[in-house]
């Protein structure tokens, strides 16, 4: 079998470029070129500043850029030299038109696949690595069949189950890697083509090779099963309050049961990120399309617990500052949809700051890692009011003892470790008293908080 020495991957962002930058560490004999529209991230990603913050990223990024990892905006070239191409654009959930608010946005994705068809003057393998609906590949194949000029095309679904903040440990250590193609002989020549690049550092028992439709539906239903389990946990945080029980206890006692496991059972504020929500919604979409009205609304109760916990969350503070938050210094301490990360995409902290504004807080916020400009602009694009007001009423503080400086109460959003190290006493002295503290992560020494005088809510957790 021939093995593969080119590969181009379309898109720089928070899957291919953590990707592209492993297998190029691994695959020292493979050229690996990254491009992009977007110049700014090219220029970025070839600068010790990355678009991205990642842990240990930038080590495998300068281990191996200039050798055999390249990024360019020369989108056609790099097509047309690589013998494989992967698919690494977004594919938001669409906001426009049919199935707006559900179905993925595929726009991305078929732009590229037609520009792949457009440029190519060789046999390709396309490799499918934006998460994206059920039979998609085949959309690819109608365009890709549509343009070609002899030129033979390949299509492969081998979704990424990286998760931010450990993207680099993901990709070098995985669970298990999925390879779907097509079950005829130049499919399955495909599937062992991209086997053979992972077998650098994967053992082959850990490949999975299936089905293109197996494949694709595998990624959405992990995703919907690890926001089940976080669904399943908050949906007993308001029971848990209600009568006392502590739901970090009920999550160890359950998680100790090896049938159940103890991972993704933490209570929190609501889960973020690109992923989760998006892929329900897009498995919501699917089973509606498919006339399967009852499978589409067991899954869409999994967001619906979802923004019901962020909405709690809010109105939950609003009720204990007695009603109102009008004109108070309201704290949130993170931003980023979970620690170790600059993303904030689909974060809770952008729910709960636009409803403590709604209520007129003057919200204070503290994120190690997102820049004043991204917070605003997530609230901008929520459109509740004028963006000037969201400038007035939000104010972004660079540390956390300067958010909470003269605050009614403090809201942990993200469960940053540098939260469990600061001067909680500094902070104390320098609040509002009553001084009220809300973890929406369970994540700081509730006792000592409350030794030092802070009203401590929890989520999940009865009264005092
Ligand atoms: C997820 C999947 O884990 C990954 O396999 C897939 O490829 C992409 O989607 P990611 O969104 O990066 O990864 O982060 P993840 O660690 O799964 O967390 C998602 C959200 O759930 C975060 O907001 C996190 O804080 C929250 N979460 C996670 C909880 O609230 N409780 C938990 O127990 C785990
Ligand atoms: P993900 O989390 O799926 O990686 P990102 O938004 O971080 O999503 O990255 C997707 C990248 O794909 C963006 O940098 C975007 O500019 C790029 N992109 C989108 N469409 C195209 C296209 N047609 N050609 C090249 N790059 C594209």
Not at 412 to 431: A, G, S, V, Y
């Amino acid at each position: 079998m021939k093995k593969i020495k080119s590969i181009c991957c379309i898109g720089a962002g928070y899957v291919g470029g953590p990707t592209m930058a492993v297998i190029a560490q691994q695959c020292p004999e493979i050229k690996v070129i990254v491009v992009d529209i977007n110049a700014d991230r090219i220029a970025q990603w070839q600068t010790d500043n990355l678009p991205i913050y990642e842990p240990g990223l930038l080590e495998v990024v300068k281990e191996a850029r200039g050798r055999n990892l390249f990024f360019s905006t020369d989108i056609e070239n790099a097509i047309r030299d690589s013998e494989m191409i992967f698919m690494s654009v977004n594919t938001p959930t669409k906001t426009y038109g049919l199935g707006k608010g559900r179905a993925a946005d595929l726009k991305f994705v078929e732009l590229s696949a037609r520009k792949i068809a457009e440029v190519s003057t060789s046999d390709k393998i396309v490799v499918e690595k934006s998460t994206l609906p059920v039979r998609t590949a085949e959309s690819i194949k109608t365009i890709l069949k549509e343009h070609t000029n002899g030129v033979k095309f390949q299509v492969l679904s081998n979704p990424e189950f990286l998760a931010e903040g450990t993207a680099v440990q993901d990709l070098q250590k995985p669970d298990r890697v999925l390879i779907g193609g097509d079950q005829t002989p130049e499919g399955l020549q495909a599937i062992e083509a991209l086997t053979d690049i992972y077998a650098h550092w994967i053992p082959r028992e850990q490949i999975i090779q299936t089905r293109l439709w197996s494949s694709e539906l595998s990624k959405l239903t992990a995703n919907a099963f690890l926001a089940q389990r976080i669904s399943s946990i908050n949906s007993l945080t308001a029971l848990c309050e209600a009568t006392g029980a502590d739901v970090d206890e009920v999550a160890y006692a359950i998680g100790t049961d090896s049938r159940i496991g103890s991972k993704f059972l933490k209570a929190s504020v609501g889960f973020g990120g690109s992923c989760f929500q998006k892929d329900i919604l897009n498995l919501v979409y699917l089973c509606e399309y498919f006339g399967l009205p009852e499978v589409a609304a067991y899954w869409e109760q999994v967001i619906i617990m979802n923004d019901y916990q962020k909405k709690r969350f809010a109105t939950n503070i609003i009720h204990t500052l007695f009603n109102t938050v009008s004109g108070k210094k309201i704290a949130l301490l993170g931003w980023a949809f979970k620690k170790d990360t600059n993303d904030t995409r689909e974060s809770a902290a952008i729910y709960v700051a636009d409803d403590l504004l709604s209520d007129l807080a003057q919200v204070g916020v503290y994120d190690p890692q997102v820049s004043a400009d991204k917070m605003y602009a997530d609230l901008n694009y929520l459109q509740t009011r004028p963006a000037k007001e969201n400038e007035q009423m939000l104010e972004v503080h660079s540390n956390a003892y300067d958010a909470c400086k003269d605050a009614h109460a403090i809201a942990i959003i993200t469960e940053w470790d540098e939260f469990k190290t600061l001067d909680w006493q500094r902070i104390f002295d320098q609040m509002k008293k009553p001084a009220f503290l809300f973890d929406g992560r369970n994540i700081l020494n509730h006792s000592h908080l409350r030794e030092v005088g802070f009203i401590v809510k929890a989520i999940g957790k009865g009264a005092e």
